[in-house]
């Protein structure tokens, strides 16, 4: 059980946490410019980096805020 | 009677009864079932799994891997070790082969759960353990110390001096001291059986067991979750035996474990006493057991060294091959490579394996120490310390030192690494619970296993209740020998947690029962359960779903009965239902409107004050996740209604879409979905129902249209009133914060008596629903259907610019026509109820052989009091085109012909929403 910083409210235990994915995945500025392929990679595909991964986390049982935060998928250890 | 007066600290001033295979014994306070069995001469206390041998026990603590036993009073319980239950008046046990048994009655002891946060925690209060809390405290940090043991002291004899003094008076001081500090805490009985993340660490602590009887109102068990910023490991070690033939019978026991029964309970084990070591540890064993008066023969393999402690044994250098048995299956010889010894007891010691779980369930990597035979802590991890035993330091000074912190010289090795000696594989046990021998392993390793973790698999050695504490080494070992690989390049299987077996009821704690999920009920549940209704769980919800009648025979209505009922009555009259759990969520502030036209896949901004709007909600992907009403409050707010299941899904996907995509918008979001109780009073009588309520409001169909809505009030309680239909019918949703609802819906309940008003649950709901083909989202949907598989394109704005699923709906697969796509189905017989989840195939008289292509899947499937047949909605590729086509529905072994429909059954022209 990781204990997992909430910038807003400190360290709590894993569990308060809900998992995004990667983070920095921005919504397309014009999705109807995109084609079909180029659409699908944006709702679908997400990478999935052995070591630092920036990645997208809510307080959900907590202060229910998103926030981003970095973590090294081998070691699980949070560098922020 | 093996006991020895002068030994032991069990209270021998009182007696305790138990009983072991229907014999009666007698014990004493701080004895062991274990302790108090070979004080009697029991030796055998089970028969082995595979292999029926008889067994006793080999080990005096948890690592014993022979002496399980089955419980029957207090309470009856499976495979526990004899030798760390403690002895209670009127404990009965039996001896098992191998499968205990669970108990027929349900178990009334309460277990619980506590959580403790500590600078510093400490698991084993030996030596070591002792000195690094002490060392802790002083420092001024929280302590918790926990011992699996009921007394602290660990390996500690008594024999022992610390700092001049009596050990076990320097560990009576220690604790002492400890427990005069306001942040210390003392668990003893508490196995630390799991070590996680950033100092987290389960315990469970026993709190009943060696009480009789257990007192009233404490937990039997507690799991304690404890967060510690720094974690001392101070297990200790196991003792590691030297494999030799039929080394599996009663009788032969580790060292150590002979020397603790003798120093704590005050047993001899046995009078003729063979010690077999190649390390010196033993020979304080074998001076102690001739000290209480035994005889004893002492074999070394090693040349004669002068540090061993000496004593009234003979000593010889030598080894042990084999053991024979007696009629009892007992030991009553050894061989060994000079001849035949008699014995009643054979120790085996061939060094210490460091207890070194804890620090491996966390990842700590473990190293080979070729002068110690065993695995030891190999790198230094972040907030975890090992020290003494469990560091691979065996000398008293050392531990005691490590314990302060410090880090002593290291003391020259002069045990010998002894695996096994010479004799047949087959009779050399490894793993004496699993049966499992050298033989086993050359198996293994014949068959091309190469890994350790393999062989554990392919002989089961290591998976029985003590996880190999004994045997893993061993098993390595001997597996490296047979590959003729270092040891090294094996390592050892990965020690998991738990360290010891823990019982489900403990890790359930009190979530069990009604109390194993949270249970929410509304406001009207006890109108509910008045009036015989049928609970359905939907979610943590308790909804109504049916309210039988008293039937003819004295019985009660069945669910078709009350449904058909139900329907017919409010088609006819006027019904209530109970519709308040569904979710609610205010959205209010400047840019609400545009906020809900990006979630919303209609328009909503465009929606005025007063007036009701159904929308549906998209994935990305441009799939349904939720549908519901929106009612416009004001120029800021809306209140938007889900599902029952989307009530919480929902406000986190608005949430996540809010702050991480669109933190602009000036919106906030509320759950209400507690705060308003809602009824829907449906049929074409509900106008006559409603008009009485509120008498100040023009509840005709040109002054009160169908989706708007209305605020009023009842005897000075708010209310609002709106138009909306989840059946087709003319209809008023009620509203009222919950603490006036049941006094709402008794007056619409009187109000409505003389129409005939009837209540109904989510059953009749839903097939009134389904004959207006409305679907149910994650009924008739799954998370692969869009709006447009569902006919409701209308729905779907062409107007904005985006919002979240728009641009997926233009993909080229979403624009298949083959796609599956909401339908109707009458079955041909109108009697027939297809079976929901009923698979659909293309019409045939006969079933064509496999794979027989499947067109879809019914999603919905009722009885109709409106229709007076059957009929189902149901997901069909190409649907939509198929309306009028005839298909087939394998029910068993039946095949049901079907029509395919339009999804709306009941009234399509849509002219009874009005009344």
């Not at chain 2, 995509?661 to 509900?686: D, I, M, N």
Request: charged content about 25%; aromatic content about 8%; some cysteine.
């Amino acid at each position: 059980m990781q204990l997992i910083e909430c910038p807003y409210c400190g360290p709590r235990e894993e569990v308060e946490f809900h998992y995004g994915g990667q983070a920095g995945v921005a919504y397309p500025a014009d999705p109807a410019a995109l084609t079909d392929e180029e659409w699908g990679r944006f709702v679908f595909v997400r990478a999935n980096p052995k070591g630092r991964f920036e990645e997208r986390w809510s307080h959900a049982a907590g202060c229910r805020r998103w926030f981003t935060a970095v973590r090294d998928t081998a070691t699980y250890r949070f560098s922020r | 009677m093996t006991r020895v007066d002068g030994y032991g600290r069990v209270d021998r001033t009182r007696t305790l009864r138990f009983t072991f295979d229907g014999v009666s014994y007698t014990g004493h306070p701080g004895d062991t079932l274990a302790s108090a069995l070979l004080a009697h001469g029991v030796r055998t206390i089970a028969r082995s799994v595979k292999q029926d041998r008889p067994r006793g026990v080999t080990a005096v603590w948890s690592e014993d891997p022979t002496g399980l036993v089955q419980v029957e009073e207090p309470f009856p319980e499976p495979m526990l070790l004899a030798t760390t239950i403690e002895l209670v008046d009127g404990l009965v046990a039996s001896s098992i082969g191998g499968r205990g048994r669970l108990a027929e009655v349900p178990d009334t002891a309460r277990y619980d759960r506590r959580y403790a946060h500590c600078e510093t925690l400490v698991v084993g209060a030996g030596p070591a353990g002792l000195l690094a809390a002490r060392t802790a405290a002083r420092r001024g940090d929280r302590v918790v110390l926990v011992d699996d043991r009921p007394a602290a002291g660990g390996s500690l004899t008594g024999t022992e001096r610390i700092c001049g003094r009596d050990a076990l008076d320097f560990v009576a001081d220690t604790l002492a001291e400890l427990r005069a500090h306001p942040d210390v805490r003392i668990l003893l009985r508490t196995t630390a059986f799991g070590h996680y993340d950033d100092g987290f660490v389960l315990a469970l602590e026993r709190r009943t067991d060696h009480l009789a009887p257990a007192p009233q109102g404490l937990s039997r068990q507690r799991v304690w979750r404890i967060r510690a910023g720094h974690v001392v490991v101070a297990t200790g070690a196991h003792e590691r035996p030297i494999v030799v033939a039929d080394n599996d019978r009663p009788g032969i026991m580790l060292a150590a474990s002979a020397r603790d029964l003798l120093h704590r309970y005050g047993v001899l084990a046995g009078r003729r006493v063979v010690v077999f070591t190649s390390d010196d540890a033993a020979y304080d064993a074998a001076a102690d057991l001739a000290g209480a008066g035994a005889e004893v023969t002492l074999l070394d393999p090693r040349p004669v060294r002068g540090d061993s402690r000496s004593g009234d044994y003979r000593r010889s250098r030598g080894l042990v091959l084999g053991t024979g048995a007696g009629p009892d299956g007992a030991i009553s010889h050894v061989f060994t490579d000079q001849g035949e010894l008699p014995c009643d007891l054979l120790l085996l010691s061939g060094g210490w394996n460091p207890t070194s779980h804890l620090f491996s369930h966390v990842r700590g990597a473990l190293r080979y120490d070729a002068e110690l035979g065993a695995f030891r802590p190999g790198e230094a991890l972040a907030g975890v310390t090992v020290v003494g035993a469990a560091n691979g330091t065996f000398d008293l000074a050392g531990c005691l030192a490590e314990g302060r912190g410090e880090t002593p010289e290291p003391l020259p090795r002069t045990n010998l690494v002894l695996w096994r000696t010479d004799g047949d594989p087959a009779r050399q046990y490894v793993d004496l619970q699993r049966d499992s021998t050298v033989a086993d392993i050359a198996r293994a390793t014949g068959a091309g296993l190469r890994s350790v973790e393999h062989v554990k698999r392919y002989t089961t050695i290591g998976t029985a209740h003590d996880q190999g504490k004994t045997s893993g080494v061993l098993a390595s070992a001997i597996t490296a020998e047979l590959l003729g690989v270092p040891i090294e390049s094996l390592g050892t299987t990965t020690f998991r947690p738990p360290y010891t077996p823990i019982a489900f009821a403990a890790l359930a704690g009190r979530e069990r029962g009604q109390l194993f999920d949270p249970v929410r009920t509304t406001a009207l549940h006890a109108w509910h359960v008045a009036r015989g209704a049928v609970f359905e769980d939907v979610g943590q919800w308790k909804r109504a779903r049916y309210y039988p009648l008293p039937g003819e025979a004295g019985g009660t209505e069945d669910m078709d009965t009350a449904v058909l009922r139900e329907c017919a009555a409010v088609r006819r009259d006027v019904g209530i239902l109970d519709g308040s759990t569904l979710g609610k969520i205010e959205v209010r502030g400047p840019d609400a409107g545009a906020f809900l036209d990006m979630i919303y896949t209609n328009l909503m901004s465009s929606l005025r004050p007063g007036r009701v709007r159904y929308g549906v909600m998209c994935g990305l992907d441009g799939m349904v996740i939720d549908d519901g009403t929106v009612l416009r409050l004001d120029d800021e707010g809306f209140l938007v209604y889900t599902t029952t299941g989307g009530a919480a899904p929902i406000l986190d996907h608005m949430e996540e879409w809010l702050q991480t995509e669109w933190p602009h918008l000036r919106v906030t979001l509320t759950s209400v979905t507690e705060q308003w109780a809602t009824f829907p009073v449906v049929g074409p009588r509900s106008r006559d129902v409603v008009g009485a309520l509120a008498p100040h409001v023009d509840v005709s169909a040109a002054a009160f249209p169908f989706m708007t809505w209305q605020d009023t009030e009842v005897d000075g309680v708010p209310v609002r009133l709106a138009r909306i239909s989840f059946s087709g019918e003319l209809a008023w949703e009620v509203s009222v914060d919950g603490w006036h609802a049941p006094a709402l819906w008794r007056r619409l309940i009187a109000l409505g008596e003389p129409y005939g008003i009837t209540p109904y649950g989510t059953e009749t709901m839903h097939v009134l629903r389904a004959e207006k083909g409305y679907p149910i989202i994650g009924q008739d949907t799954d998370g692969t259907v869009s709006p447009q598989d569902l006919g409701m394109s209308w729905a779907v704005s062409t107007k904005k610019v985006d919002f979240i699923g728009k641009r997926s709906f233009a993909r080229a697969e979403n624009r298949n026509p083959l796609r599956k796509q909401l339908v109707g189905l009458l079955p041909l017989d109108p009697t027939v109820k297809l079976p929901e989840g009923s698979q659909i195939i293309e019409q045939t008289a006969e079933l064509p052989p496999p794979p027989v292509p499947m067109l879809g899947h019914v999603t919905s499937s009722y009885r109709s009091a409106a229709l007076g047949r059957t009929f189902a909605l149901a997901l069909v590729k190409g649907g939509h085109a198929r309306i009028g086509e005839r298909l087939t529905v394998p029910v068993g072994g039946d095949l049901v012909p079907v029509e395919v429909t339009g999804s709306v059954l009941v009234d399509p022209e849509g002219t009874r929403r009005d009344g």
